[in-house]
């Protein structure tokens, strides 16, 4: 069974007709990237399933529950989590502080205004746990803005585990990396839980066939191929138009 099916998503801005019909259907436990190139709609997409914006016409199914007409907050109570292409961090508070507001942002019990911080012993807990995981130990107590490019793209897929996804939405995790950057986050994403289905926008290959069971390729706004990396790879149509058609990505 589907854990998340996407159907026939339409999406327009005036007369750019960016989504036209995409589907897709994510299992539990996938590692599943979307391809395609510059401009295909993969963004669009994505911000369509998390409900940053609004479809056009479509559905997207959780666990059989519609969920395309909820807002985005009520997305991430079923499991949706996401990170953004472009860094959407409290740039002058520090990681671990960061990292608490994420964890207390999703916590059932209510705030108390008063309550020191210190007394959340758990979320001080699954904090120190984050850093450790993600190897940010030793930038806990320095400023967002002072960590390294690829330091604050890690901290958003820190920030997006910390409501505890059934799904993470990852968008280009590695775009303007270094490739040492980009080899050890991508050994970091491959650690996490299968309990956490991942669906991914990618245009460094060496990433894609890599971490991938499976692979979209969206061409204009069409999905018009989903399969395991090895019958993408090979399929002849997708070699001419993806990988001969002007994407960042090299074969
Ligand atoms: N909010 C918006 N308003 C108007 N047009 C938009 C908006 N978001 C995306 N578009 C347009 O939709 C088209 C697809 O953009 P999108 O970012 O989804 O493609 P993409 O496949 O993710 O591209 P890239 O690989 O370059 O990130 C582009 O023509 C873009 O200009």
Not at 205 to 219: E, G, R
Request: one cysteine or more; aromatic letters at 6%.
């Amino acid at each position: 069974m589907s854990l998340l099916k996407i159907k026939g998503l339409n999406k327009s801005f005036k007369a750019n007709h960016v989504l036209r019909g995409a589907s897709l259907d994510l299992s539990a436990g996938d590692r599943h990237v979307i391809i395609g190139p510059n401009g295909a709609g993969k963004t669009t997409f994505v911000n369509c399933i998390y409900g940053t914006i609004p479809l056009d016409t479509g559905e997207v199914i959780l666990e059989d529950q519609p969920i395309h007409t909820m807002p985005s907050y009520k997305r991430v109570g079923l499991g949706i989590g996401r990170t953004f292409q472009k860094n959407n961090l409290f740039e002058n508070l520090t990681v671990a502080n960061n990292v608490y507001l994420a964890l207390l942002s999703t916590k059932k019990y209510s705030m108390k205004a008063f309550k020191p911080l210190m007394l959340y012993e758990d979320v001080l807990e699954e904090c120190d746990a984050f850093l450790e995981e993600w190897k940010l130990a030793d930038r806990k107590d320095k400023k967002v803005n002072e960590l390294s490019y690829g330091e604050q793209r890690v901290m958003e897929i820190i920030l997006s585990l910390c409501s505890k996804p059934k799904i993470l939405l990852l968008d280009e995790p590695t775009s303007g990396m270094s490739p040492s950057e980009t080899s050890k986050t991508i050994e970091l994403i491959k650690k996490i839980p299968r309990s956490v289905s991942i669906l991914m926008i990618e245009h460094d290959m060496d990433v894609v066939f890599s971490t991938a069971n499976k692979i979209t390729v969206l061409h204009h706004g069409e999905t018009i191929m989903s399969d395991e990396p090895e019958k993408i790879r090979g399929d002849k149509m997708i070699q001419e138009i993806y990988f001969g058609g002007g994407a960042r990505a090299h074969a």
